[in-house]
Nanobody, 123 residues
Framework: QVQLVESGGGLVQAGGSLRLSCAASGRTFSNYAMGWFRQAPGKEREFVAAISWSGGLTYYSDSVKGRFTISRDNAKLTVYLQMNSLRPEDTAVYYC????????????????WGQGTQVTVSS
């Protein structure tokens, strides 16, 4: 099993940057593909980015491609989401999630979830 704890959210002005972290527990973290998802008020949770267990493959939603970067450090049991050029529409609760082996863009495929961290982008 993997337990996930997100951090790094906060309030930032449009155009600014934030880096989210997701710390994992469990000795098999390196076997897990990891994803970031977000949920804005009144909306369904949506895919943001994902990374393969090795870090060699990454995936992004069209809305964040070129602005966000997902990465991981298996030695530190941590996955990151670097968010640049933030926009008000990026405001949401951001969740990290894990699943064994293959990364996907479907939240239903992920078995483990963190509690979420709030990101608010002011205009």
């Amino acid at each position: 099993q993997v337990q996930l704890v997100e951090s790094g959210g906060g309030l930032v002005q449009a155009g600014g940057s934030l880096r989210l972290s997701c710390a994992a527990s469990g000795r098999t973290f390196s076997n897990y593909a990891m994803g970031w998802f977000r949920q804005a008020p009144g909306k369904e949770r949506e895919f943001v980015a994902a990374i393969s267990w090795s870090g060699g493959l990454t995936y992004y939603s069209d809305s964040v491609k070129g602005r966000f970067t997902i990465s991981r450090d298996n030695a530190k049991l941590t996955v990151y989401l670097q968010m640049n050029s933030l926009r008000p529409e990026d405001t949401a609760v951001y969740y990290c999630a894990g699943r064994l082996y293959r990364a996907t863009m479907e939240n239903a495929d992920y078995n483990y979830w963190g509690q979420g961290t709030q990101v608010t982008v002011s205009s």
